[in-house]
């Protein structure tokens, strides 16, 4: 079968090999006067009108549920060169080469020419860590709502794996009001510490060791908040952090803003270093 290169798949949003098809019994398409009422915003000066919610396809290979998607009024689909090696940006090509080029839009990422610190390298290139964090329940649905009620925000992209999670995101289309119960929960979660570090670097003058706290936060991301202990293994490679550093401090100088038990997540998250990394594929 007639494979398409990156190249092309950058030009086009098209990439080769095989179609899988969605039974209409699963999910069904939105009907006209759905799709009349799905809120658009013009994303950036590009002209582009896209959906407010759209879909980061990271971790999902599906191609029904990205169709499904598609047929609810889903119309911009994040992707990446590194996702699943690669075939993420092929699933996705593969499935959109028989719709009208103008009917969705392709977002996709490479490496930066770059080190951590913005300069020019030579390298750059085009079960237990889980999410037990997950068991503390959160509305994912209130959350989105409340970052759209930013106008200067433009989509939201929450990753989904399956069905569930798309029928979850489809009402947000075409209502981003928050209810009352939403609003209460979102003021409960403030007092969660959460999975997601903001990369503020106050902590950082804080710590003797000068650690790269932030990066070390968002490997405990990918493990706990992504499910992909992989993609934090690789972060802590390229941070060249062979043990836990904090382990000769008695006690913890660094305040997170956002209440992070900063020492016990490093010290968690480091224990994959020594993980083989064909374990966590």
Same mark, same amino acid.
């Given at each position: ?109 490479? @490496? ?29 649905? +209130? ?33 981003? @009001? ?86 016990? @997540? ?14 966590? +594929?």
């Amino acid at each position: 079968m007639k494979r398409i290169s990156r190249r092309r798949f950058l030009k086009t949003g098209f990439a080769g090999a095989g179609m899988a098809a969605l039974s209409p019994s699963i999910v069904s398409a939105a009907s006209p006067d759905q799709r009349e009422n799905i809120i658009y915003r013009t994303l950036g000066r590009t002209g582009l009108k896209v959906p407010v919610v759209s879909f980061g396809v990271m971790r999902s290979d599906n191609a029904g549920l990205c169709k499904a998607a598609y047929e609810k009024g889903i119309t911009l689909f994040d992707t990446a060169y590194g996702y699943q090696g690669g075939n993420n940006e092929t699933m996705l090509g593969n499935l959109f080469k028989n719709y009208p080029r103008n009917s969705f839009i392709l977002a996709t990422k490479v @490496k930066p020419t770059t080190d951590r610190e913005g300069r020019p390298n030579d390298q750059t290139s085009p079960e237990e860590f889980l999410d037990r964090e997950r068991t503390k329940p959160m509305n994912t649905t +209130a959350a989105i709502k409340w970052v759209l009620s930013n106008s200067d925000v433009t989509t939201t992209i929450p990753g989904m794996t399956n069905f569930d999670h798309l029928e979850l995101n489809i009402p947000i289309l075409t209502d981003i @009001k928050l209810t009352d119960q939403e609003k209460n929960d979102l003021v409960a979660a403030r007092e969660e510490a959460g999975l997601f570090c903001s990369g503020c670097r106050q902590c950082v003058s804080s710590c003797p060791h000068n650690l790269p706290i932030q990066d070390l936060m968002r490997a405990y991301m990918y493990a706990y908040g992504y499910s992909n202990p992989s993609m934090a293994k690789i972060l802590l490679g390229e941070l060249e952090i062979s043990d836990n550093p904090c382990s000769s401090c008695n006690a913890c100088t660094v305040r997170c803003p956002s209440n992070f038990h900063v020492k016990e @997540k490093i010290a968690d998250i480091l224990r994959l270093v020594k993980v083989p990394s064909e374990f966590l +594929a």
